[in-house]
């Protein structure tokens, strides 16, 4: 998906040049971070089961950072907890690959089933999920 790439383009006026600032970026969809895995991962991708291993690592890595910050009180640098989530995302579109799954797809159904959902829990646990996160958080 394109959004916006930042480049100068020089434009004359008859007093003076003028920098026209244009600012593009691309973002990856889940199907084209599927794909980068699967070029650079190519014969050393993991076989199923250790696919599935390794995304358990790595979840309990995310988990191990997160228990530093909020159990141990470990300052509060969340570089290394964002290359673990990271690693999660990755290991997640490995197996989705061995397995054979289009994770844009399966994640647009899911999204479609989870927002009517949502709209209900919203109701019902609106209240109590608000005295909850004051008390954790």
């Given amino acids: 998906m394109l959004v916006s790439i930042l480049y100068l383009r020089k434009k004359k ?3 003076s040049i ?3 600032v244009y600012y593009y970026s691309y973002i990856m969809d889940i199907k084209e971070a599927q794909i980068k895995i699967k070029e650079i991962l190519g014969e050393i991708e993991h076989p199923r089961l250790a696919s599935f291993i390794a995304l358990t690592e790595e979840v309990g890595e995310v988990a191990n950072e997160i228990m530093k910050k909020e159990i ?3 300052g ?3 570089d290394n907890l964002k290359g673990e989530i990271a690693d999660v995302f990755i290991c997640l579109l490995e197996l989705s690959n061995v397995y054979d799954i289009n994770l ?4 647009e159904k899911k999204i479609r089933n ?5 709209q209900e829990w919203k109701g019902k646990l609106k209240e109590l999920l608000s005295k909850k996160r004051k008390k954790l958080d």
Avoid: G, Q, V
Wanted: aromatic letters at 14%; hydrophobic letters at 30%; charged letters at 35%.
């Fill in 13 to 15: 006026s008859p007093k």
């Fill in 104 to 107: 844009n797809e399966e994640f």
């Fill in 114 to 118: 989870l927002e009517p959902r949502a």
């Fill in 76 to 78: 509060t640098n969340l």
């Fill in 18 to 20: 003028i920098y026209i």
């Fill in 72 to 74: 141990y009180e470990e």
